[in-house]
């Protein structure tokens, strides 16, 4: 998966997710189909809780979860 390594990346901070940065991750994904979640140290404990409110605010898909990085995928509407 070559494209997943030029994929945007977003970084998630302390802050974690709001509408926010779901909103943005949507625009994002819109004319990236793939991007990189990278998630700070102080919220990668709650990752998993975060990830899922991402994929399901967006209606992406996860694709692969390493150390603090997530990369979701949507198939792009024309």
Same mark, same amino acid.
């Given at each position: 998966?070559?494209? +997943? &390594?030029? +994929?945007?990346?977003?970084?998630? *901070? !302390?802050?974690g997710v709001n509408?926010? $940065?779901i909103e943005e991750i949507k625009r994002q994904l819109k004319s990236n189909p793939i991007i !990189? /979640? &990278?998630?700070? !140290?102080n919220v990668a404990r709650n990752k998993d809780d975060l990830i899922s409110s991402i994929v399901e *605010?967006? !209606? +992406?898909? /996860?694709?692969?979860v390493r150390g603090? $990085?997530?990369?979701?995928?949507?198939k792009q509407s024309n």
């Open positions: 998966m070559n494209e +997943a &390594r030029s +994929a945007m990346t977003i970084n998630i *901070g !302390k802050a509408d926010n $940065v !990189k /979640l &990278r998630f700070a !140290k *605010g967006t !209606k +992406a898909q /996860l694709i692969d603090n $990085v997530a990369v979701i995928y949507k």
